[in-house]
């Protein structure tokens, strides 16, 4: 992992859309730290731990999803326990064809030494 913290939290954007797309659920749960926290909408939804987060991506991203993609990712502003990214990703099916794109703000935070997403605001279902 990267010292610097917006190369850090960079790399753990890159490591959790690898780890969904491998559909690694254990992956997946190593780039987020729990509780972890996500406000779609009005309402705030937290994983105490890591047992229904990947099943509930699955849910959330529905039927069609095959793979997802990052369009851009940009740091609003770093510190060295913490990353604000400005994001946005694109949810494709096998064939290639784009399902859709949401924007979102990623908090990353560095805790126990370990930089992974603690919390974010999604514009997805």
């Known amino acids: ?7 850090a939290a960079i790399d753990v954007l890159d490591c959790h859309i690898a780890a969904l797309n491998a559909q690694d659920a254990a992956a997946v ?8 926290y996500r406000l779609a909408g009005a309402a705030m939804r937290v994983w105490e731990n890591s047992e229904r987060y990947f099943d509930d991506f699955r849910a959330r991203a529905g039927g069609d999803w095959h793979h997802s993609a990052w369009d851009f990712r940009n740091v609003i502003a770093a510190s060295p326990e913490k990353v604000h990214l400005d ?22 935070t560095r805790i126990d030494d370990r930089w992974a997403a603690q919390l974010r605001s999604s514009f997805a279902p």
Request: aromatic content about 14%; hydrophobic content about 45%.
């Open 87 to 108: 994001v946005q990703f694109t949810r494709y099916r096998a064939d290639g064809s784009a399902i859709a794109s949401y924007r979102s703000i990623w908090v990353v």
């Open 29 to 36: 749960a190593a780039t987020l730290h729990f509780p972890h």
């Open 1 to 7: 992992m990267a010292s610097d913290p917006e190369l």
